[in-house]
């Protein structure tokens, strides 16, 4: 035999391997698309996988006919894909991207094709496996490289800024409380100040020059998860800045003050945060402290630093000198344990820091660890005097006769809505505002309390001197999907028809609305309207028969806008036809009706997920231009309910009782029903719908309309499989955590699963400034001036739980002395 006839018949057999990895590929599509047919699903699958497996089988025959079928599947398989969802790049990837490849790769086998298939046309050949594969292909670059995702507003277009404010930047405070308000060269509470608004009056950074940003020094906190620990770490923290210092709490409550002009460590205090109670919380963190000047002539600790430890304690420590001030509780700490119930190491820990004012320390119990039992520890939240510790009031809703400690031999009620996000408040109304939780048992809701049902997920106002309730609204009716409150209040002055303003609270959602309410009163300002919703369960829990929305305004069930997204079946996802089609077929098996599907036990899709919408990071509003900025997810979740026997039989216990047979199900003891909550995730560990599943958006508060919407964060650091991408595709990933804005006119903003700090034009969108970090930015950045200097500061530590890089990073940026900061546009 001679060299050639050697080739040859290699081409050959190379050629017929190739045409049975189609007919495999075919026969796998065929058997999976019958499964979809099954479940009234599209039939195209399973036309389209018979198709290839026989085009495979008389390739390998060397029929011509083998090639025209092939060509016919792949032309028709363009003209599906292009009907299902048009010219969406992502979503014609898994339709169109293994087909296309088959097709380029048939290509080279042309000498062999053309010996075995005669006639045959080098022209025709050229179409089926060069043309409209190359087609294919182009269809998903064009979309990706020009994504239609990125909508950003003209600036041409947009009116001038104004010299008026949209909003005030502070209120009057009686007692001159710091937390009040700040100006450019502070930032004296969690988000600023009590207003929440995450805003800063510093106008140096504008983006005309915020190209120019430098790091001008980074501090390690020495933090770190160690290595063979199984803590949940997430480093959350915002840090306050006043006077000279920037205060930072670490993932184990650690305080730490540097100077704000250099970063060098000025003190640091332990608090020798027990280590049950950090590895039984979810994930142990510290989102910040508070800041409190006493009266004049106090002696110890004039200046004082108040934060929160998982294992239940309120701390006080001296600003300047990081000492405990011994006169406050017990030697420095109040037990929040106290009157709760709580036995239990991390089944209740606060991580968001208090609110101070009118000399009260205002602190919940924090959150309770989701799922595990259903007797848990009571959400009271109390106030305590910021200069003794001594307990002035408790809010109990179960019991609203208790107003200090409950009688001797008793709690606090127990298992009741809690409060663990941030909150706000108003020094010149005297009241705090408290978004909660749901009670025990996020996912089974029979048997709750009249009072449960009615605070569960709600916006409640207390007199911040007494702890009495001034008003309260719902914003879910008997939540069954774990959507209590997240997201921060924003404090702003709302316009109103015929001139003026209504001192308004902002509160944005996991279940995606956008609420706007008179924050004297809790009367709505933009209109509420409820609406029917899916009923019926299958396991004799009930529905509540409407759900509230803002019609007025932006909503983020889907990408940011009036309308709600609803999902089809046509928009489940995968990289491939394969994991596309595993998402399609439990899109089918799932119960959805659209927003609030109650859980199931056959399991139900949740769109919005528990995740959100939007979560604690919350919205920031650029108080100068009205424009309020939010960052949110677009990832379903599926829920799915589990009579106790069943929990029994996989061997789900609290994890309080010991570790789980069957890990990632929520044991709900001494409830009816267990419960498993989790991503719509595909076997390649992709969502089940298409990017983008983050955005971030401005909305003009003026108008009430998305002015500007883009997907926030790529794929670089996060692949199918766990595998980095390395690529800089606009996918919008899931995020957690909050923006800046600033009076420059620069929102800046971490928050992505990719390790990348980003600034964005707060009136067009325009990205303006990106810049890699060592780890990731699961912490909402701050801003504050010192020596005529601008800083944007961000703790860059990561977050277990989203499964991005750890570290101990707190970095501050700047422009170098030698850059001008431009006018803001």
Same mark, same amino acid.
Request: charged share 15%; hydrophobic share 40%; with cysteine.
């Given at each position: 035999?001679?060299?050639?006839?050697?080739?040859? =018949? @290699?081409?050959? !057999?190379? $050629? %017929?391997?190739?045409?049975?990895v &189609?007919? +495999?590929l /075919?026969a #796998? *599509?065929?058997?999976?698309?019958?499964?979809?047919?099954?479940?009234g699903?599209?039939w195209y699958?399973?036309?389209?996988?018979?198709?290839?497996?026989?085009?495979?089988?008389?390739?390998?025959?060397?029929?011509?006919?083998?090639?025209?079928?092939?060509?016919?599947?792949?032309?028709?398989?363009?003209?599906?894909?292009?009907?299902?969802v =048009? @010219?969406?790049? !992502?979503? $014609? %990837?898994p339709r169109?991207?293994? &087909?296309? +490849?088959? /097709?380029? #790769? *048939?290509?080279?086998f042309?000498?062999?094709a053309?010996?075995?298939?005669?006639?045959?046309s080098?022209?025709?050949?050229?179409?089926v496996t060069?043309?409209?594969p190359?087609?294919?292909?182009?269809?998903?670059?064009?979309?990706?490289l020009?994504?239609?995702?990125v909508?950003?507003?003209?600036?041409?277009?947009l009116p001038?800024?104004?010299?008026?404010?949209?909003?005030?930047?502070?209120?009057?405070?009686?007692?001159?409380? +710091?937390?009040?308000n700040?100006?450019?060269?502070?930032w004296?509470?969690?988000?600023?100040?009590?207003l929440?608004?995450?805003?800063?009056?510093?106008?140096?950074?504008t983006?005309?020059?915020?190209?120019?940003?430098?790091?001008?020094?980074?501090?390690?906190?020495?933090?770190?998860?160690?290595?063979?620990?199984k803590?949940?770490?997430?480093?959350?923290?915002?840090?306050?800045?006043?006077?000279?210092?920037l205060?930072?709490?670490?993932p184990?409550?650690? +305080?730490?003050?540097?100077?704000?002009?250099?970063?060098?460590e000025?003190?640091r205090?332990d608090?020798q945060?027990?280590?049950?109670?950090m590895?039984?919380?979810?994930?142990t963190?510290?989102?910040?402290?508070?800041?409190?000047?006493a009266?004049?002539?106090?002696a110890?600790?004039?200046?004082?630093?108040?934060?929160?430890?998982?294992?239940?304690?309120?701390g006080?420590?001296?600003?300047?000198?990081?000492?405990?001030c011994?006169?406050?509780?017990?030697?420095?700490?109040?037990?929040l344990?106290?009157?709760?119930?709580n036995?239990?190491?991390?089944?209740?820990?606060?991580?968001?820091?208090?609110?101070v004012?009118?000399?009260?320390?205002i602190?919940?119990?924090?959150?309770?660890?989701?799922?595990?039992?259903?007797?848990?520890?009571?959400?009271?939240v109390?106030?305590?005097?910021?200069?003794?510790?001594?307990?002035?009031w408790?809010?109990d809703?179960?019991?609203p006769?208790?107003?200090?400690?409950p009688?001797?031999?008793?709690?606090?009620?127990?298992?009741?809505?809690?409060?663990?996000?941030?909150?706000?408040?108003?020094?010149?109304?005297?009241?705090?505002?408290?978004?909660?939780?749901?009670?025990?048992?996020?996912?089974?809701?029979?048997?709750?309390?009249?009072?449960?049902?009615?605070?569960?997920?709600?916006?409640?106002?207390?007199?911040?001197a007494?702890?009495?309730?001034?008003?309260?609204?719902?914003?879910?009716?008997?939540?069954?999907?774990?959507?209590?409150?997240?997201?921060?209040?924003?404090l702003?002055?709302?316009p109103?028809?015929?001139g003026?303003?209504?001192a308004?609270?902002?509160?944005?959602?996991?279940?995606g609305?956008?609420f706007?309410?008179?924050?004297?009163?809790?009367?709505?300002?933009?209109?509420?309207?409820?609406?029917?919703?899916?009923?019926?369960?299958?396991?004799?829990d009930?529905?509540a028969a409407?759900?509230?929305?803002?019609?007025?305004?932006?909503?983020?069930?889907?990408?940011?806008?009036?309308e709600?997204?609803?999902?089809?079946?046509?928009?489940?996802?995968?990289?491939?036809?394969?994991?596309?089609?595993?998402?399609?077929?439990?899109?089918?098996?799932?119960?959805?009706?659209g927003?609030?599907?109650?859980?199931?036990?056959?399991?139900?899709?949740?769109?919005?997920?528990?995740?959100g919408?939007?979560n604690?990071?919350?919205?920031?509003?650029?108080?100068q231009r009205?424009?309020?900025?939010?960052?949110?997810n677009?990832?379903?979740y599926t829920l799915?309910?589990?009579?106790?026997?069943?929990?029994?039989?996989?061997?789900?216990?609290?994890?309080?009782?010991?570790?789980s047979?069957?890990?990632?199900?929520?044991?709900q003891?001494?409830?009816?029903?267990?419960?498993?909550?989790?991503?719509?995730?595909?076997?390649?560990?992709t969502?089940?719908?298409?990017?983008?599943?983050?955005?971030i958006?401005?909305v003009?508060?003026?108008?009430?309309q998305?002015?500007?919407?883009?997907?926030l964060?790529?794929?670089?650091?996060?692949?199918?499989?766990?595998?980095?991408?390395?690529?800089?595709?606009?996918?919008?990933?899931?995020?957690?955590?909050?923006?800046?804005a600033?009076?420059?006119?620069?929102?800046?903003?971490?928050?992505?699963?990719?390790?990348?700090?980003?600034?964005?034009?707060?009136?067009?969108g325009k990205?303006?400034?990106?810049?890699?970090?060592?780890?990731?930015?699961?912490?909402?950045?701050?801003?504050?001036?010192?020596?005529?200097?601008?800083?944007?500061?961000?703790a860059?530590?990561g977050?277990?739980?989203?499964?991005?890089?750890?570290?101990?990073?707190?970095?501050?940026?700047?422009?170098?002395d030698?850059?001008?900061?431009?006018p803001?546009?």
């Open positions: 035999m001679t060299d050639q006839s050697s080739k040859r =018949g @290699l081409g050959t !057999w190379l $050629l %017929v391997a190739y045409a049975v &189609i007919a +495999v /075919g #796998v *599509l065929a058997y999976q698309g019958g499964r979809l047919v099954a479940v699903g599209s699958y399973l036309i389209a996988g018979i198709a290839l497996f026989l085009a495979g089988v008389l390739l390998a025959l060397g029929r011509r006919a083998g090639l025209w079928l092939f060509g016919a599947t792949l032309a028709g398989t363009i003209a599906w894909a292009l009907w299902e =048009g @010219l969406d790049g !992502w979503g $014609l %990837v169109l991207a293994m &087909i296309s +490849v088959l /097709g380029l #790769v *048939l290509l080279p042309w000498g062999v053309r010996r075995r298939m005669q006639p045959l080098g022209l025709s050949y050229a179409l060069g043309v409209l190359i087609l294919g292909a182009a269809l998903i670059l064009w979309p990706l020009m994504p239609r995702n909508e950003l507003a003209d600036a041409s277009k001038a800024d104004s010299a008026t404010a949209f909003s005030r930047g502070t209120v009057p405070s009686p007692d001159g409380n +710091v937390a009040a700040h100006d450019a060269s502070n004296t509470s969690y988000a600023g100040s009590n929440s608004n995450h805003y800063t009056p510093g106008a140096q950074i983006p005309d020059n915020v190209k120019n940003l430098k790091v001008a020094w980074e501090f390690h906190t020495g933090d770190l998860k160690p290595k063979d620990s803590l949940g770490y997430a480093f959350q923290n915002t840090p306050l800045k006043v006077g000279d210092l205060y930072i709490c670490t184990t409550q650690k +305080v730490i003050a540097v100077e704000a002009a250099n970063g060098k000025r003190w205090f608090p945060t027990n280590p049950k109670a590895a039984g919380v979810a994930a963190t510290c989102r910040g402290v508070s800041y409190y000047q009266p004049e002539g106090t110890e600790c004039p200046t004082r630093i108040f934060w929160p430890m998982v294992d239940g304690r309120l006080a420590l001296d600003a300047q000198t990081g000492k405990l011994t006169s406050f509780g017990n030697n420095g700490y109040v037990d344990n106290a009157g709760t119930g036995t239990k190491p991390g089944f209740v820990g606060p991580t968001s820091p208090p609110v004012m009118r000399g009260v320390v602190q919940p119990t924090g959150q309770v660890r989701d799922g595990q039992e259903g007797d848990a520890p009571s959400g009271v109390r106030g305590f005097d910021a200069l003794t510790g001594q307990l002035r408790a809010w809703l179960g019991n006769a208790i107003t200090a400690e009688p001797a031999g008793q709690t606090y009620t127990r298992s009741t809505p809690n409060v663990w996000s941030l909150m706000a408040a108003d020094d010149e109304l005297g009241l705090v505002y408290l978004p909660t939780g749901n009670a025990s048992g996020d996912f089974f809701g029979k048997g709750r309390t009249p009072q449960d049902e009615e605070y569960t997920a709600s916006l409640v106002a207390v007199d911040a007494t702890g009495k309730e001034r008003w309260h609204f719902r914003t879910v009716n008997h939540d069954l999907w774990d959507y209590d409150i997240g997201p921060q209040p924003n702003v002055d709302w109103v028809a015929g003026g303003t209504r308004a609270v902002i509160q944005a959602t996991k279940s609305q956008v706007v309410l008179d924050r004297a009163t809790g009367e709505p300002i933009m209109p509420v309207k409820q609406i029917p919703v899916p009923q019926g369960t299958d396991h004799g009930w529905t409407t759900q509230p929305i803002s019609p007025g305004m932006p909503n983020t069930v889907g990408a940011p806008s009036r709600f997204e609803k999902i089809i079946e046509s928009d489940a996802w995968g990289m491939t036809p394969f994991d596309q089609l595993v998402c399609r077929i439990q899109f089918k098996q799932l119960r959805y009706e927003m609030f599907t109650p859980p199931t036990l056959q399991g139900s899709l949740a769109f919005t997920g528990n995740h919408g939007i604690w990071g919350g919205v920031s509003v650029d108080l009205g424009i309020m900025v939010m960052n949110s677009r990832l379903p799915q309910v589990y009579t106790r026997q069943k929990m029994d039989e996989l061997g789900v216990v609290s994890v309080f009782d010991g570790k047979k069957t890990p990632g199900y929520m044991a003891k001494g409830l009816a029903y267990g419960a498993r909550k989790e991503p719509w995730m595909s076997p390649l560990n969502p089940c719908v298409a990017p983008p599943w983050g955005y958006a401005g003009d508060l003026r108008t009430q998305v002015i500007w919407r883009r997907p964060g790529t794929g670089y650091d996060q692949g199918p499989m766990g595998i980095p991408s390395k690529t800089k595709f606009e996918i919008g990933t899931p995020n957690n955590s909050g923006s800046l600033t009076a420059g006119g620069v929102t800046f903003i971490g928050a992505t699963l990719d390790d990348f700090m980003r600034g964005f034009d707060t009136r067009t990205q303006v400034w990106e810049t890699r970090v060592p780890a990731g930015p699961q912490a909402a950045p701050m801003s504050y001036t010192i020596n005529g200097k601008q800083y944007i500061v961000a860059v530590g977050h277990d739980r989203m499964e991005t890089k750890s570290g101990d990073s707190v970095i501050a940026w700047a422009l170098p030698d850059a001008q900061a431009a803001a546009k």
